[in-house]
């Protein structure tokens, strides 16, 4: 069984600073592309930043010069390092793995339960 779990979610002043973390644990064979997408209220998911295995890393418009997204393939960890954060940051953030378990032997989308970052004065 492979789960993710996130931490580093809350809350912040407009300008401030926040590192998301995400381990994978389990039975896992091999993990491909990492990511992080974020929900606000009342909008559609949307791909804040995402990276692959050879650390090639991919972001939202909206987030580009302020956020970086990395990873460290020896733990199984995704982090996402939020500088200069904006009122419309404001949102659940999960993170999502391409992952081939050991057990199944196809690659398959798993995410975590979602924290909640909220950026208010």
């Known amino acids: 069984q492979v789960q993710l779990v996130e931490s580093g979610g809350g809350l912040v002043q407009p300008g401030g600073s926040l590192r998301l973390s995400c381990a994978a644990s389990?039975?896992?064979?091999?993990?491909?592309?990492m990511g992080w997408y974020r929900q606000a209220p009342g909008k559609q998911r949307e791909l804040v930043a995402a990276?692959?295995?050879?650390?090639?890393?991919n972001y939202a418009n909206s987030v580009k010069g302020r956020f970086t997204i990395s990873r460290d393939n020896a733990k199984n960890t995704v982090y996402l390092q939020m500088n200069s954060l904006k009122p419309e940051d404001t949102a659940v953030y999960s993170c999502?793995?391409?992952?081939?378990?050991?057990?199944?032997?196809?690659?398959?989308?798993?995410w975590g339960q979602g924290t909640q970052v909220t950026v208010s004065s």
């Open positions: 990276i692959t295995r050879s650390d090639t890393p």
């Open positions: 389990g039975s896992i064979f091999s993990i491909y592309t």
């Open positions: 999502m793995a391409r992952i081939l378990p050991r057990v199944t032997g196809a690659v398959e989308s798993y």
